[in-house]
């Protein structure tokens, strides 16, 4: 199946710091999704993007639509203490089940 | 409170002991799925269902089985579990043709 790439696998940041991850995939997809999740507790969607070239903000976090359709970046501004946890993009396909997940990345967020 | 859960959270046990995780969602959702999760591999999808009795094999359905007979559960059955099933397992469900899936709170599988 399409298999999603997504780097950095882990980032030590100081609170304050801007972060930047992304998924790069060998396939197209027509929809990337961005989810957290918190120690303990199962993932959570955070942006959704439908469009190649989009570009969207939610709070403090900008993920964009790579014009290839095959990247994906997630930004998170001015980091702070409860933004530690586990980052994972997910790309959907044409078929309506067709959804992969990135392995993950860990973000630990230093006071 | 609209929510996904899961039974039970934990659970160690041992090879070849039947166990089933059961999941349940309360906002009508006809979609629903499992995945585990395991280091360095994100999540992989076990098994979906579309709706009542309409259940397909996902990426990894090797050693699991799920039955659809109500619109709100879907159970995970190992008929005989194997340590390569140790995982963080997770179900979610969401409306046909929407984006966002709701996940449950994950159910952590230790198989000795």
């Known amino acids: 199946g399409q298999q999603l790439n997504q780097s950095p696998q882990s980032m030590f940041i100081q609170e304050g710091e801007d972060v930047s991850m992304n998924c790069t995939s060998s396939s197209i997809f027509n929809t990337w999704l961005w989810y957290k999740q918190d120690p303990g507790e199962g993932p959570v969607l955070l942006i959704a993007?439908?469009?190649?070239?989009e570009l969207t903000s939610n709070g403090r976090l900008t993920a964009q639509f790579g014009i290839t359709r095959k990247d994906s970046f997630l930004n998170i501004s001015a980091s702070i203490p409860s933004d530690v946890g586990i980052y994972f993009c997910a790309g959907r396909g044409y078929n309506n089940n067709d959804m992969r997940f990135g392995a993950g990345t860990r973000l630990t967020v230093k006071p | 409170e609209a929510q996904v859960t899961q039974n039970p959270r934990y659970l160690i046990t041992v090879t070849g002991k039947k166990l089933t995780v059961t999941c349940s969602q309360n906002m009508n959702h006809e979609y629903m799925s499992w995945y585990r999760q395991d280091p360095g591999l994100g999540l992989r999808q076990i098994y979906y269902s579309m709706n009542v009795e309409v259940t397909d094999k996902g990426d990894v359905p090797e050693g699991y089985k799920v039955s659809r007979k109500e619109k709100r559960n879907f159970p995970l059955i190992l008929e005989s579990p194997s340590p390569n099933q140790t995982s963080l397992y997770f179900c979610a469900s969401r409306t046909i043709g929407s984006t966002e899936q709701f996940f449950g709170p994950g159910t952590r599988l230790t198989v000795l």
């Open positions: 993007l439908y469009k190649a070239g």
